[in-house]
């Protein structure tokens, strides 16, 4: 039979995802470079034609993860439909992996993996907190942002809100999730808007 041949990029994904699933399922340390590729057939010489080792593997899953991530900010931060407030909301609230990344959520939340999921948090905090600038800055030229340094004031928020909704952290229920989502949603308003944490009448 004639050998398929993919592009390039897809054929790095299906090592990644096939990976991935093997690290959750079986653990990296008991996962092979054979096992990958008798998952996806084909030829070990084909894995390290695109990765030099596991870690290496690990380390462009979670890059795509991030890059994904990245590009729906961007589409929130571009967008016209929605005011600062409401852009700041959604891009706390709304952080849904895509289904070829579950895998690698389930990977890092391992106790095990305590230390790369700890680096993956500071990744994604970095690679956010030019977004939500942008968002702060929209919201000063809306006219709705009025409390000082709001920069340090999103970066407080980016920070908590990493850590508060993070499952591989905190175990709340679907329940507990949805109460923390509409409180962050009186935090961010109170923080950056400027309304009283305590009402007059209290």
């Not at 093997?22 to 470079?33: C, I, M, P």
């Amino acid at each position: 039979m004639p050998r398929i041949s993919k592009d390039p990029q897809e054929r790095k994904d299906e090592i990644v995802n096939a990976a991935m699933e093997l690290f959750a399922s079986k653990g990296y340390e008991q996962t092979s470079v054979s096992d990958i590729v008798k998952k996806i057939g084909v030829a070990q010489g084909t894995f390290y034609y695109y990765f030099q080792s596991k870690e290496e593997v690990i380390h462009a899953a979670c890059e795509r993860t991030l890059a994904s991530r990245l590009e729906k900010v961007k589409d929130l931060v571009d967008s016209t439909q929605w005011n600062a407030l409401d852009k700041l909301t959604r891009l706390f609230t709304e952080a849904s992996p895509n289904e070829e990344d579950v895998d690698v959520f389930e990977y890092l939340h391992q106790e095990i993996n305590s230390t790369l999921h700890q680096k993956w948090i500071v990744a994604e905090i970095m690679a956010l907190l030019p977004y939500a600038r942008q968002i702060v800055q929209q919201g000063v030229e809306e006219g709705i942002f009025h409390v000082r340094q709001p920069e340090l004031a999103v970066e407080f928020l980016l920070v908590g809100a990493s850590f508060w909704f993070d499952k591989g952290i905190f175990d709340w229920n679907e329940q507990e999730y949805e109460a923390k989502r509409q409180t962050l949603t009186d935090f961010i308003d109170r923080l950056l808007v400027g309304s009283p944490l305590v009402s007059p009448d209290a």
